[in-house]
């Protein structure tokens, strides 16, 4: 996969088009390109763009409900992500007006969503950036747990790499795409590994659930799949993965003992995890890539009405 075009996720092309009047516009944003690379073939619970107001003054990371999804839940689960803390936490920060389709949008940096990652870097990632991942994304849910909510969404695709540290993206995905009670396997836009099986069959979402979705995204970042056999896994993640993938949720790790066996021997302070070269090489070059080209992206900008004196 050639690093520099689809691999990065700045290729314009697509329902983004190309520079001028081609481009697509959703709400006050005019798409610069999309941000997901489907020749990863995982699935992504929502469409997403990077994209620019069309006055030149903000650039967002923007999303759209797939075709045939409900609007509402897709804007109920933004709106309620506005209250989301923690590390890697991205609440959404914009929304459709009423009457417009469903978007909703957040402040852009630079990331890759981990399949990209996984195909710029050449296969899984290396042990300390899927420690570094893991301990981050775990004490964002640990936050969140701590706020009463559950995130219901975790997966593969909805974790973004950002040069500083993951963020998770696609709040309420699994929640917002059936109804509680009805299954939520096959539904477009998931990834079946990292359902939980008392969710897949359509459990209300709970936390023991986004342990074991955290435990499949980890797994798919050292292996390249969310449902490897245990000797895939590499040795320092096999037991606690492993754990995290137990069908019994009362089997499950707590998180905090999560982060503790993810720090290993930086146990005092997690956050050195997430110090300069946590990243590999190749994944630091796409973001930067990624960032110039959003620079450069040529389009329309719309003139700012000048106040007449009075």
Same mark, same amino acid.
């Given at each position: 996969?050639?690093?520099?075009?689809?691999?990065?996720?700045?290729?314009?092309?697509?329902?983004a088009?190309?520079?001028?009047?081609? +481009?697509r516009?959703?709400?006050p944003?005019?798409?610069?390109t999309?941000?997901d690379?489907p020749?990863?073939q995982?699935?992504v619970p929502?469409?997403?763009?990077?994209?620019?107001?069309?006055?030149? +003054?903000?650039?967002?990371?923007?999303?759209l409900?797939h075709?045939g999804?409900?609007? +509402?839940?897709?804007l109920a689960?933004?709106?309620?992500?506005r209250y989301l803390?923690?590390?890697?936490?991205?609440?959404?920060?914009?929304?459709?007006?009423?009457?417009e389709?469903a978007?909703?949008a +957040?402040?852009?940096?630079p990331?890759?969503?981990l399949?990209?990652?996984l195909?710029?870097?050449?296969?899984?990632l290396p042990?300390r950036t899927?420690?570094?991942?893991?301990?981050?994304?775990?004490?964002?849910?640990?936050?969140?747990?701590?706020?009463?909510?559950?995130?219901?969404?975790?997966?593969?695709a909805?974790v973004?790499?950002?040069?500083?540290?993951?963020?998770?993206?696609?709040?309420?995905?699994?929640?917002?795409a059936?109804?509680?009670?009805?299954p939520?396997?096959?539904?477009? #836009?998931?990834?079946?590994?990292?359902?939980?099986?008392?969710?897949?069959? #359509?459990?209300?979402p709970?936390?023991l $659930?986004?342990?074991?979705?955290? $435990?499949?995204t980890?797994?798919?970042a050292?292996?390249g799949?969310t449902?490897?056999?245990?000797d895939?896994l590499?040795?320092a993640?096999?037991?606690?993965?492993?754990?995290?993938?137990?069908r019994?949720? #009362?089997?499950?790790?707590?998180?905090?003992?999560?982060i503790a066996?993810?720090?290993?021997e930086t146990?005092?302070?997690?956050?050195?995890l997430?110090a300069p070269g946590?990243?590999p090489?190749?994944v630091?070059?796409?973001?930067?890539?990624?960032?110039?080209a959003?620079l450069?992206?040529?389009?329309?900008?719309?003139?700012?009405?000048?106040?007449?004196?009075?």
């Amino acid at each position: 996969m050639h690093a520099t075009e689809g691999a990065t996720g700045v290729a314009a092309g697509g329902e983004a088009g190309r520079a001028g009047s081609a +481009r697509r516009r959703v709400g006050p944003y005019t798409l610069i390109t999309a941000l997901d690379e489907p020749r990863t073939q995982v699935p992504v619970p929502e469409r997403r763009y990077i994209a620019r107001r069309s006055d030149g +003054r903000d650039t967002v990371l923007l999303s759209l409900p797939h075709p045939g999804g409900d609007p +509402r839940r897709f804007l109920a689960e933004a709106e309620g992500s506005r209250y989301l803390l923690g590390p890697c936490a991205v609440p959404a920060t914009a929304f459709a007006a009423p009457g417009e389709a469903a978007w909703h949008a +957040r402040p852009y940096v630079p990331v890759l969503p981990l399949p990209t990652a996984l195909a710029v870097h050449g296969g899984p990632l290396p042990e300390r950036t899927v420690r570094a991942l893991g301990s981050a994304l775990a004490e964002t849910l640990a936050v969140l747990h701590g706020q009463g909510l559950t995130f219901a969404g975790v997966s593969p695709a909805a974790v973004l790499l950002a040069a500083d540290g993951p963020r998770l993206s696609c709040f309420g995905a699994v929640r917002a795409a059936a109804p509680d009670g009805t299954p939520r396997s096959g539904l477009p #836009g998931l990834e079946a590994g990292s359902l939980p099986p008392e969710q897949a069959s #359509g459990g209300r979402p709970r936390p023991l $659930g986004d342990v074991y979705a955290l $435990g499949a995204t980890l797994a798919y970042a050292a292996t390249g799949h969310t449902t490897p056999e245990r000797d895939e896994l590499p040795a320092a993640f096999r037991t606690v993965v492993g754990r995290c993938l137990a069908r019994d949720p #009362g089997a499950r790790p707590p998180l905090a003992e999560l982060i503790a066996s993810l720090a290993g021997e930086t146990a005092a302070d997690p956050g050195t995890l997430l110090a300069p070269g946590w990243l590999p090489g190749r994944v630091i070059a796409a973001l930067a890539h990624q960032s110039a080209a959003v620079l450069m992206a040529e389009i329309p900008v719309e003139a700012v009405p000048v106040s007449q004196p009075n």
